[in-house]
Nanobody, 127 residues
């Protein structure tokens, strides 16, 4: 089992920045690729960013590329999402998720491929 707890959400004006954190406990954190997803009211959950378990590979949704940066510190069992240039359309509940990757330093961005999920943190961007 892996427990995930997000923090760092809040209310910010358009153009502002936030850094989300996701703290993991339980099984070996470094064997998991970690992803960030978001769900806006009335919409389906969507992929935001993913990082491989060694941190060498990342992938972003087109909507956040160039504005968001995912990173991780395995020694702290924590993954981060730095969000810059926030837009009102970024408003959503942001959740982190862990994907078991025992075979190598890869990742998959499909929601169905993730094994554990956090409860989420609200991000609201005002115009």
């Amino acid at each position: 089992q892996v427990q995930l707890v997000e923090s760092g959400g809040g209310l910010v004006q358009a153009g502002g920045s936030l850094r989300l954190s996701c703290a993991a406990s339980g099984r070996t954190f470094s064997s998991y690729a970690m992803g960030w997803f978001r769900q806006a009211p009335g919409k389906e959950r969507e992929f935001v960013a993913v990082i491989s378990w060694r941190g060498g590979s990342t992938y972003y949704a087109d909507s956040v590329k160039g504005r968001f940066t995912i990173s991780r510190v395995n020694a702290k069992n924590t993954v981060y999402l730095q969000m810059n240039g926030l837009k009102p359309e970024d408003t959503a509940v942001y959740s982190c998720a862990a994907q078991w990757r025992p075979g190598g330093d890869g990742y998959d961005y499909r929601i169905s491929e993730y094994d554990y999920w956090g409860q989420g943190t609200q991000v609201t961007v005002s115009s």
